[in-house]
């Protein structure tokens, strides 16, 4: 295992093109003489939020971890968070998975997150766990010589980290893939394997697919203080609970466990979550039958239990909650305790669909239980029920949450969330908690309230029917300001207005970078793939993305600057999700051209805004297609190292005959504004052909930029001089640097705009400028929502 701490041949020309100014001696890795400021363009959240852990000894300080984007801590005065893992470059882009982070509660600077993003061969890099002793400002790393899974199933169980409040020098972590259990005893400089603990687990979601395939493994370490004891839950239904009472020397089963964790109405169950309420002397357990976060409920029975063990008795108690309004529970999610208030503790469902989740609450260590939401029945038992809530949504700031839905009798378009994992009280405050759902943070700090609201639901006897009880409900409100999860697909800078493409969310319109903006929600995308604008009349916006259903088609169209968004005609053949592919627009906003994704449809193209559509003469399917910004008749398009051009309209496009170009990887290119026939390509394949080429005649002939060794996207801003031609900005390596780099000169000279303190991982699908400020520059990142950087001061 090793440690470290973080504070080219370029190929030969694609063709020997007509002399282009600048290229043969263009430089690259130039100190930039402005510094940038870097933020968010603002959504709140966007993805999933598996853990927020609260350090028990020092207030206010919260952690939060995300599947893909990376680590945040809570700021208290600013009640925003603060991302701890912007510095992880490209070739770690792993390290922005956080499958679990632990906060010591002796030294509360210290803190530690387990990071790797996939453990199978998506991810080529093996896990580690990141060590800080400055609250996570600066790190240090211990390579592991296994994966972990930050987005892989079960990744928001746990945590798989911990530090022993005993000896903190002391760190546990839990590994998958029958990796075992691991510790360190050098503040998480080091580790090693814990020989003597006896099971590596065994229980895996679904042996046929090569992402659900893995071993859970050993899922979560606690400590009993009192005692002096630290229990393991283990992945495997029929030994699912171990302990040691002598610091981890040797481990025994724990009696009654596989009883108590192993099945839940004859289904088999893992331990999911655990927590020690210390004063009662109670190790509390949630089981499920799915790792998570995306199953539903069992074909017959409880899908899952909340356990009670008595650490002075060994006595286990089933204190599952017996009611859920719709049913069967379908299994457990998130567990926390009030250390406040012993005795206190809540538990979260997984996945409980429709019409909502659910939250428990016990103030009787789970001797009896209230829901957050309950049904309300008529005398006719009509469906669907109205629904009595404890507290109500507030989605100020995130609007989009509502996904573009209406409230639909029970089932509200603003949610408790979905897959919830995450669920935290304070330790100091028993009035503020927060949960991580699939989209947001939601909290509150009048969470005491619900002790005084008492039931619900009663029962009218003289109507025969039930009532919704007097309850005034308090207010649960988004927490996640200042973290940023968004998968960015494309960018279009219109000036004035930006236009993004996101996988999951589809997309959204921002006409203020501080504020969330408009969720393009007709089409109703499940995931944004592609953007676009007419050059010449920037009120024509087009959009593509995949869609769920047969209804809508796969091509939005605005004609007023993405304010409202019309649907466009579903085209025979291409169907459901994944495969909104690429959509451009001509620079009068006249003719549209559609690359379906699904690899088998051949591109077409629209002259009366999508309501019709004709296949495209001459293109292959899967085709990468561009519009010229100045010519309406020109449009572009590339696929597997063949360029093509249409002068007509793009009714008809032709091979240019353009030889060199990357026939393999992913590839990007664009048209220049204000430039007739100029073209930049980016892309390519490690090994293989790779780096970015400029054409100055319409995709005929292509010159090499030989700054970069590998280059992924290119865009364009304002000029620096006002004749002068557009900034270039390219998310590139130039000999070993990678980085995102800023031309003002036409190609001549590249300066690094970014910093080692600012990398984003992998920032590979698009970039561009804006059209009116020089210098800004929006950068897609995949999973930490949408960078911008401006000149500062």
Known sequence: MRRRTFAASLGAAAVAAAAVPGTAAAKAGGRCEDGYAWRNAVVNGGGYVPGIVFNETEAGLIYARTDIGGLYRWQEGAQTWKPLLDWVGWDLWGYTGVVSVATDPVEPKRVYAAVGTYTNDWDPNSGAVLYSDDYGDSWGVAELPFKQGGNMPGRGMGERLAVDPSDNKVVYLGAPNGNGLWRSVDFGRTWAKVEAFPNAGNFVQDPSSDYSD?????????????????????????????????????????????????????????????????????????????????????????????????????????????????????????????????????????????????????TDSGATWETSWDYVWDANWSWPPARADRFDMDSTGSAWLSFGNSDDGPAYAVKHGWMIDALAIDPHDSDRIMWGTGATIWGTESLT????????????????????????????????????????????????????????????????????????????????????????????????????????????????????????????????????????????????????????????????????????????????????????NRFYAFASGAFYASVNGGLAFAATGAAGLPASGLVDFRAVPSKRAQLWLAGGETGKTYGMWRSTDGGKRWTRVRDFAEADAVGFGKARNRHGYPTIFASAKAGTTRGIWRSTDEGRNWVRVNDDAHQWAWTGKAVTGDPDVYGRVYIATNGRGLIYGDIAD
């Not at 005084?452 to 409900?473: N, R, T, Y």
């Not at 988004?478 to 968004?486: C, D, H, K, N, Y």
């Not at 169209?557 to 909104?580: H, P, Y």
């Not at 699904?598 to 629209?606: D, E, I, K, R, W």
């Open 449 to 632: 309230q619900w002790d005084a609201q008492g039931a619900l639901v009663g029962w009218d006897s003289e109507a025969g029917h039930q009532i919704a009880l007097p309850v005034e409900p308090f207010t649960v409100a988004v927490r996640a300001e200042g973290l940023e999860e968004t998968a960015v697909q494309d960018i279009a800078a219109l000036g004035g207005t930006l236009v993004s493409a996101t996988g999951d969310l589809g997309g959204f319109v921002q006409t203020d970078l501080d504020e969330a903006g408009v969720q393009i929600r007709r089409p109703n995308w499940t995931s944004g793939r592609s953007v676009d604008f007419a050059a010449l009349n920037r009120d024509v916006v087009v959009g593509s993305g995949d869609v769920e259903g047969d209804v809508d088609g796969h091509v939005g169209v605005s004609v007023d600057g993405g304010a409202t968004w019309l649907t466009t005609a579903r085209l025979d053949g291409v169907t459901g999700g994944g495969n909104g592919g690429t959509v451009a627009v001509g620079a009068d906003g006249a003719v549209i051209v559609w690359s379906p994704g699904n690899g088998t449809t051949a591109p077409v193209f629209s002259t009366d805004l999508g309501q019709t559509w004709t296949p495209v003469e001459g293109l292959p399917a899967g085709a990468l297609v561009r519009a010229d910004r100045v010519d309406a």
């Open 214 to 362: 893995d071993n859970q493994g050993v899922i979560w370490i606690d400590f009993d203080t009192a005692g002096d004891r630290i229990f393991v839950g283990v992945a495997d239904p029929d030994d699912p609970l171990y302990a040691s009472a002598d610091r981890g020397a040797t481990w025994q089963a724990v009696d009654g466990a596989a009883a108590a964790l192993g099945r839940a109405d004859g289904n088999r169950t893992i331990p999911k979550q655990a927590a020690v309420d210390h004063e009662n002397g109670h190790l509390f357990v949630v089981t499920g039958w799915d790792p998570g976060p995306y199953n539903g409920a069992p074909s017959a029975g409880r899908g899952g239990s909340v356990q009670r063990l008595s650490l002075a008795t060994g006595e286990w108690t089933d204190v599952t909650p017996g009611y859920n309004p719709i049913g069967t529970i379908p299994g457990f999610g998130g567990l926390t305790v009030d250390r406040s208030t012993p005795g206190t503790l809540m538990v979260a469902t997984q996945n409980n669909w429709w019409p909502d989740e659910i939250l428990y609450r016990s």
